[in-house]
């Protein structure tokens, strides 16, 4: 087995969905919630899906875990 990412198409989602996961962010470097995230790339590793991006406010990474809730 590969640890290698699987690409998904984070446009596929619907407009209020992406707009959701773009809102709702934490940033381990601002230490704040929600500034927002620009950049979204949605990808797979080890059966975990993620959407990672840019925080709003600093320009760090930022990472969301999807969970079953998300779904």
């Known amino acids: 087995m590969t640890d290698e990412r699987k690409m998904r198409d ?4 619907d407009r209020q969905e992406q ?5 709702q962010t934490w940033c381990d470097n601002c230490l704040k919630a929600n500034l927002g995230m620009s ?3 949605e990808y797979e590793l080890k059966g975990v899906v993620y959407i990672e991006g840019r925080c709003l406010g600093c320009g760090q990474p930022v990472l969301t875990e999807l969970t079953d809730e998300d779904f």
């Open 10 to 13: 984070f446009g596929a989602r």
């Open 19 to 23: 707009q959701a996961f773009l809102e």
């Open 39 to 41: 950049d979204p790339v």
